[in-house]
């Protein structure tokens, strides 16, 4: 699996998580938004790589996962796409971006385009107390 390779198979994320995606899906696809999943989950290596592309700020990113130590993701990025491909451009696709957070919100996630600091509007996460959730009653091992 290279650096590069963006991996956008829910099955990277963690069950509750999957679960919320697929209903965002359902949403998405009613009111006809050009939205679709663009990543799940991260390799280490991969975080790394893209924290020297500056594209995130942390090591610690809930996108994380890994197999052999039974990781899933804890988070999701849907993008803009549309037949030129993706767009990461908020300011172009504002209204979009708006209605994917406030999708993801409406299923109790954490949308990144609310953050004061530093602003993630692909990004969407479990909340602190469904993480825990998940890691008192699904995690297994
Ligand atoms: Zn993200």
Redesign the pocket.
Known sequence: MSINTVLNDLKYLCPVLRLKVIYMQEQIKLLSLPMAVF?TGRTRERQEYIMKQRFTRTLQ???LFSIADNILSL???FVYYDDKGWSWDYEKHKHEYETLGMIGKKEGLVW?GNWDTFK?Y????LTQADIDIYNKYFKEG
Do not use: R, Y
């Open positions: 990543e990113s809930k996108h988070a999701v990025d990144g993630d692909p990004h969407l996460q």
